[in-house]
């Protein structure tokens, strides 16, 4: 089986300008969870969705936001983004939300 | 809410010795599930070994083996004979049990392994 991919893997942004990362799961996992991983703030929990429902949310301002598809697949959009936003987004799924989590790659966002 | 604390922040072995990473954690909770996954250059997050609460018996995983402390709330990672693959950052991680709670994990600092030749 594929692992949990993403796209891009690299993205850089401007202060202000809104972005959009993907996440494929595995196949046949329905549950996403979304991190932030930073140096100063560890990796923090942003949200998890399971059947195209969000279940749960993280401490991060709404201008956090994401979804997902009938297909699993799920996407996290940042809006007005902020040069604090510069980190590494992690993507995980697994087959339901108490089965243990598989990680994607990661997408590197640097905001300029 | 729940707390993980890795208190080395760094640690260093010799190839073939053995190396134990400590962990611990702080819940009110009865359920819960805990696991260490490593996270090498690559930056690649990778599933090392989980242990759930309600199992006495420690986790292993060939050379990976843990010490869960229910107790005492210490979740400790022992690698034998290390390898230099090995050497990456290793974070331990909480997740509470009830699946109303969702899949939320709770990561700890992270401890650097350095695996010398």
């Known amino acids: 089986k594929a692992g949990v991919t993403q796209t891009p893997r690299y993205l850089i942004k401007t202060r202000g300008q809104q972005v959009t990362l993907s996440c494929s799961p595995i196949s046949g996992h329905r549950s996403v969870s979304w991190y932030q991983q930073t140096p100063g703030q560890g990796l923090q929990f942003l949200f998890e969705?399971?059947?195209?429902?969000?279940?749960n949310k993280g401490n991060f301002p709404g201008r956090f936001s994401g979804r997902q598809f009938s297909n699993s697949r799920s996407e996290m959009n940042v809006s007005t983004l902020e040069l604090g936003d510069s980190a590494l987004y992690l993507c995980?799924?697994?087959?339901?939300?108490?089965?243990?989590?598989?990680f994607g790659p990661g997408t590197r966002l640097t905001v300029l | 809410a729940q707390t993980v604390t890795q208190s080395q922040p760094e640690m260093s072995v010799q190839e073939a010795e053995t190396v134990t990473l400590s962990c611990t954690y702080d819940t009110s909770e009865s359920d819960y599930y805990l696991f260490w996954y490593k996270q090498p250059p690559s930056r690649q997050m990778i599933l090392v070994i989980r242990?759930?609460?309600?199992?006495?018996q420690n986790a292993t995983e060939n050379r990976f083996s843990v010490n869960f402390q229910k107790a005492a709330k210490s979740f400790s990672l022992k690698i034998s004979d290390s390898q230099l693959g090995d050497a990456a950052m290793y974070f331990c991680a909480y997740r509470r049990g009830a699946e109303t709670s969702g899949s939320r994990l709770t990561f700890g600092e992270g401890t650097q392994l350095t695996v010398n030749p």
């Open positions: 242990q759930e609460a309600y199992k006495q």
């Open positions: 969705y399971f059947s195209e429902t969000q279940r």
């Open positions: 995980a799924s697994s087959l339901s939300v108490v089965d243990t989590q598989y």
